[in-house]
C-alpha cells in the first residue's frame, strides 16, 4: 500500500507539470533528479513513468531514457480530427432537456481559475467543460474516447495557453465558453457547432 501510493504521487506529480505546460514535449525525464525532487526510490517512479505512458504523457527511447511524450504535426492534425468527428457526433445525438449542472460548473470552474491564474486548473476545467459537452450526449463509450483525446492534445494546449496568457486578455478563454454555453443551453445544436469550430483551439498550436 505503501509503495502503491507513492506510485500516486508521482503520477499526480508528474501529470501536473505535463497537462500545465511546466515541462515542455519533447522534455527529458531523468530518474536522479526526479527521484530527488519527489523524495521516492526508482521503483515507484518506474511504475509512474509506465503508467503516464499508458496514458500518451510519457513516452521511452531506447537507450535514451524517458521524456515527455511528443506529437507530430500529422499526429496534431489526425486527433483534431478525430476530435471533431466525436463533437459533432455527440451534438447532433443530444437529446433535448439534458442536465446541463455539470456544464455550469465546469464554466465556473474556468471562471475561478482564470481569476487565480492557476493554469493547471484552468487547462483541466477547459477539457472538463468539452468533456462534458459530448457527455451530454449520453454515450459514455464515447465521452471516455473523447477524454483520451483531449488529454493528448492537452500536451501541447498547455504550453500554447501559456503563450496566450502572454498576449491575450484572460477573460477571452471565458467568453469562449460561456458563448459554448449559451448554444448548449438554447439546445440549438447548428449553434453549438458553429461556436465548437470557431473555438479557437487550433491557434493555440504551432
Known sequence: METYSLVELAVDRLRRDILSGRTDPGERLVEE??????????APL?????????QGLVEHIPRRGARVATLSDDDVRE???????LER???TTT?????LSRLRSALESIRKATETDDRLELANAHRRFHVEVVALSGNRQLTGLYESILVRIQLYMAVNMRREAETARAEDGVLRHERLFAAAEHGDAAA???ALSGHGAR???N
Open 79 to 85: 486527433l483534431y480530427e478525430v476530435r471533431d468527428v
Open 33 to 42: 533528479q526526479l527521484t530527488r525532487r519527489l523524495g521516492i526510490s526508482r
Open 95 to 99: 437529446p433535448p432537456g439534458r442536465d
Open 46 to 54: 518506474r511504475e509512474a513513468m509506465r503508467q503516464l505512458a499508458e
Open 203 to 205: 491557434t493555440y498550436l
Open 89 to 91: 457526433h455527440a451534438v
Open 192 to 194: 453549438l457547432l458553429e
